[in-house]
């Protein structure tokens, strides 16, 4: 079903592509070749083009060729302008694709904090390889079910590295089951210096490093976000810096 999905879609983006840089160019050059041709022929003593599209159109009109031809130039004026404003916008649009294509950082919006945050965090955790994490009393781990199960999956890997700013026993507290705690407390580091909220996953020899922001355009956004940063091209050095920071700020290899 999900095979089926992505085909239509490809299909779609295809029939969209086409129409944008094949259809949109051709008419466009057609209604702007008509165009000139009816302002020749209104200002001129000629009304072939006029003539036929009358015929074509409105067979048996009254209507004066001078009245059909202003007519037929408004018509054909607005749709060259319809034509290149939703041009333009699809191009706009394949832009901002490209750019966040592009792009080494994706930010994502946080509308309901501590949930929407560990929803993005989800699929990273599942399909890694390794993790180092950075938090503080880790109290999050307990809150969603599925990223439990992800995390101890990587504990059960040994595949998982907790860095905390704050001491045991306040992250015991916070995680508030003795029982998980116990779990992870072997791959935990505590009272650590750097006061760091974020995330280093490794899968297949790739790395994401995920962290998240008060608000990543000033004032006129309040609400947080989550920024992943993938090792895109020149970020691919910030990366490798990023995990070497976080081996020496973790104490671990």
Known sequence: MCTLIKSIYRVILG?????????????????????????YEK?????????????????????????????????????VSLI????????????????RKASPIQTIKIN??????LKVMLPYYKKAEKVTVFAGDFSWITQNDEMLEAI?????????NFVSYKSEEI??????????????????????PQHLKCSLVEHSSEQAFLYKVANAFGEVDKNPYVCILFPKDNAKQLCYTLNNLCIQANGRS
């Open 152 to 160: 101890l999956a990587l504990v059960n890997k040994q595949a998982i």
């Open 84 to 99: 290149l404003t939703v041009y333009a916008f699809c191009q706009y649009r394949k832009a901002q694709a490209d750019i």
């Open 43 to 79: 200002y001129s003593q000629s009304s072939i083009l006029t003539t036929f599209l009358s015929n074509l159109i409105w067979d048996g009109t009254e209507s004066s060729l001078s009245d059909i031809s202003s007519d037929f130039i408004a018509f054909t004026s607005g749709s």
């Open 112 to 117: 309901d904090d501590g949930v929407d945050d």
């Open 15 to 39: 029939l969209r592509d086409f129409v944008v840089h094949t259809i949109f160019p051709l008419l466009t050059f057609v209604f702007v070749i008509t165009l000139f041709w009816l302002l």
């Open 171 to 192: 992250v015991s507290e916070a995680i508030n089951n003795t029982s998980i705690f116990q779990k992870v407390k072997p791959f935990m580091t505590f009272s650590n």
